[in-house]
């Protein structure tokens, strides 16, 4: 029969199989709730707010799709850039 000590059971952080997997679903476990806590709870409460209601506002009253604001092909493109170059000519500092 083999000698018992040569049996590894233990993982290199000391702990054994069975608990280095209970704390691995444990951290998945933390994990999926803090995502649930920040979908649900924190970005709604975010959304509520103000300043970020009138900018949702704004960008649906001119049909804006916010997954594409980084494009320039939007309509409101040209106002937009009309716009910053009047406030940067008034303003020379106001954005850098």
């Known amino acids: 029969m083999p000698p018992t000590c040569c049996s590894n059971n233990i993982t ?4 054994r199989r069975s608990d280095s997997r209970r704390s691995g ?3 998945l476990a933390v994990a999926l709730a803090g995502i649930l806590v920040l979908w ?20 649906e009253q001119r049909q804006i799709d916010p997954s594409a604001m980084f ?3 939007l309509d409101t493109m040209d106002q937009l850039r009309a716009e910053v ?3 940067h000519e008034d303003h020379p500092d106001a954005f850098w």
């Open 12 to 15: 290199s952080s000391g702990l």
């Open 25 to 27: 679903w444990l951290q």
């Open 40 to 59: 649900l709870a924190v970005l709604p409460w975010i959304a509520a707010q103000p300043p970020v209601r009138r900018h949702i506002e704004f960008l």
């Open 71 to 73: 494009y320039t092909e």
């Open 85 to 87: 170059s009047r406030i």
